[in-house]
């Protein structure tokens, strides 16, 4: 795979745990609001724009893009980001409690994407690819990296215990508790070297952001006649994280409704293909189980009929949706339907019962989280799982190092 040094701008060091952001898939407006409320230099201002607009304000308008190249350019001007010299990649770790994860943050070519090289497993929706897209051109920037894992390396693996050795650019424990440090890496050729011995990148986190950077790297090509190759534009913002590395959450569903069936119907279509035993289980303890949280209960779901082989068809959030969400509750596609939300992991089965218990949905499903392994076959099987079939903790943050496209 090839990766490619670049010219990052960044926080002033003493201003990066200002900086950093959430991304801004992860929050709503006024949770956005809330985490910058006092801080000017909260990344937030850009990949959330409309904070600083008046409430109410289409989330596509021209206007929000407007603000947000206005507060990126004053950050730029200010001395908030600063800008790097010249090209390097960047080590970059998150800890959570006890689980520490190390990545490379680089570009990665449009042309990989477009040929298949790094691997999608979700589809995107079109409105989420044309904002992203939008915010791209319209900044020239990528403002949040693009997620991807890789099979493991000896030799990736040994060159970043190495710079995880010596003194980081910065490091600071962000009000959720996780602590972000980064470390800059100006000999680049190794690690340039290394990632060119490894097949294939994958998408874990980011298929609006990699799409929308590879149209944008597209629309800048077409319309350059000079175009050679060596243009900034056919580079996106990635952190790539060894599989090893990686912690996948489940990502639980809550239903809002069962339709016109009462509750007595909706367990006679589940005991047609799932042994339902009220057990007090709230979470699968293996796959191919699923655990249900309705009127004050928890139940074990036991699928009657053997679970099948293929890359999807066994995926635990395939079982729930092929044997219940679709067949019992008519929720056929999960992107469209008003009647399903989805939950991620790191807020554990009591946001399910509170869900639940507060009137907000009727019945919750907590499941087994994905595995990378699962992650990969589907990708390598060209197929794509159900939305929402992964949640990876701790989230990348926003606003450490940007990828301006000039």
């Known amino acids: 795979m090839r990766i490619n040094p670049f010219k990052a701008w960044r926080p002033a060091p003493e201003k990066a745990g200002d900086v950093a952001s959430v991304p801004y898939d992860v929050v709503n407006t006024k949770q956005a609001a809330a985490l910058a409320e006092g801080n000017p230099d909260s990344f937030l201002h850009v990949v959330r724009a409309e904070i600083d607009l008046p409430d109410?304000?289409?989330l596509y308008s021209n206007a929000v893009y407007a603000k947000a190249n206005e507060n990126l350019q004053r950050m730029m001007a200010d001395g908030t980001?600063?800008?790097e010299e010249a090209p390097s990649f960047y080590l970059y770790s998150q800890q959570m409690g006890d689980h520490l994860q190390y990545g490379i943050v680089a570009g990665c070519h449009i042309e990989d994407y477009e040929n298949g090289l790094i691997k999608i497993h979700e589809k995107t929706r079109k409105i989420k690819e044309q904002d992203r897209t939008r915010y791209v051109d319209e900044l020239n920037a990528n403002t949040g990296p693009v997620f991807l894992t890789?099979?493991?390396?000896d030799i990736v693996g040994s060159l970043m215990e190495q710079i995880a050795a010596t003194k980081p650019l910065y490091q600071f424990t962000a009000t959720d508790g996780i602590t972000h440090t980064v470390w800059k890496i100006e000999e680049t050729g190794a690690f340039a070297a290394a990632f060119a011995e490894v097949p294939a990148f994958y998408v874990a986190d980011g298929h609006h952001r990699s799409a929308s950077a590879a149209k944008v790297?597209?629309?800048?090509?077409?319309a350059n006649p000079d175009h050679n190759g060596s243009e900034p534009y056919n580079w996106f913002l990635a952190v790539i994280f060894p599989e090893s590395q990686l912690k996948i959450l489940p990502y639980n569903r809550v239903?809002?409704?069962l339709g016109d069936q009462t509750a007595d119907e909706f367990f006679q279509g589940l005991e047609q293909s799932f042994s339902v035993e009220a057990n007090g289980q709230k979470e699968p303890s293996a796959p191919g189980s699923v655990c249900m949280y309705t009127d004050g209960k928890w139940f074990e779901l036991t699928p009657k009929e053997s679970i099948p082989t293929d890359p999807v068809g066994s995926l635990d959030v395939s079982i729930l949706q092929d044997r219940v969400l679709a067949p019992l509750l008519g929720i056929d596609d999960p992107r469209e339907s008003d009647d399903i939300d989805f939950v991620g992991g790191i807020h554990g089965t009591?946001?399910?019962e509170r869900r639940v218990n507060e009137g907000e949905a009727v019945v919750a499903f907590s499941l087994y989280p994905t595995t990378i392994a699962q992650l990969m076959d589907v990708a390598d099987a060209g197929l794509l799982m159900p939305p929402k079939s992964t949640w990876f903790e701790p989230k990348l943050r926003s606003g450490l190092l940007v990828n301006t496209l000039d």
């Open 56 to 58: 109410g304000t289409d």
């Open 217 to 222: 790297g597209a629309m800048r090509r077409a």
């Open 255 to 257: 239903v809002l409704s």
């Open 350 to 352: 009591a946001e399910l």
């Open 150 to 153: 890789c099979k493991d390396s």
């Open 81 to 83: 980001l600063i800008r």
